[in-house]
C-alpha cells in the first residue's frame, strides 16, 4: 500500500500544488477520447451538475469530476494496462472511494467507439448519486 496518500481524514477538496500545476497542463493536451466525452458532458441535462475536466482531487487529477453527485470518470489509455500502473490505478481508486466518491472507468477504444453510450451511463449514474 502506497504511504505517500494523505490519511482517511484528509478532504476529498485537498488540492496539492503539484496536481493544480499537472491539471493545467493535461487541460491543454487531453487525449481524443478525453475531448470527446467532454463535449458530452459538458451538454449533461441534469439542473446545479457541474463536471471539471483534469480536476485536482487531493494528489491526483481526476479526468472528470462532479462533487455535487460525488463521481469521477476516468478515460484510460494503453499505458494503465500495465501491471504497475493498473496496481496504482487501485490504489487511487480506493482513496477516492473511502471519500464518498464514484469512480466510472472507460478505455479510450470505448470512449472513441460509442461516446453517446458512455455519455448515458455517466447520465445515469450522475442522476442516480443525486436522488
Not at 477538496?13 to 458530452?40: D, G, I, N, P
Not at 441534469?46 to 469530476?65: E, N, S, Y
Not at 460525488?70 to 496496481?87: N, T
Request: hydrophobic share 45%; aromatic share 8%.
Amino acid at each position: 500500500m502506497r504511504t505517500d496518500l494523505p490519511d482517511e481524514n484528509s478532504s476529498a477538496h485537498f488540492k496539492s500544488e503539484r496536481a493544480v500545476v499537472a491539471a493545467r497542463r493535461l487541460r491543454q493536451a487531453m487525449t481524443k477520447a478525453e475531448c470527446a466525452l467532454w463535449v458530452e458532458l459538458r451538454r449533461l441535462p441534469l439542473k446545479g451538475t457541474h463536471f471539471r475536466r483534469q480536476a485536482p482531487f487531493g494528489p491526483f487529477i481526476a479526468d472528470f469530476l462532479c462533487h455535487k453527485a460525488r463521481l469521477i470518470v476516468e478515460v484510460d489509455g494503453g499505458a494503465h494496462e500495465a501491471i504497475s500502473v493498473a496496481s496504482r490505478d487501485v490504489e487511487r481508486q480506493q482513496w477516492i472511494e473511502n471519500r464518498g466518491y464514484r469512480m466510472l472507468r472507460f478505455t479510450n477504444a470505448e470512449v472513441l467507439a460509442d461516446t453517446l453510450g458512455v455519455a448515458r451511463i455517466v447520465f445515469a449514474e450522475t442522476d442516480a448519486r443525486l436522488r
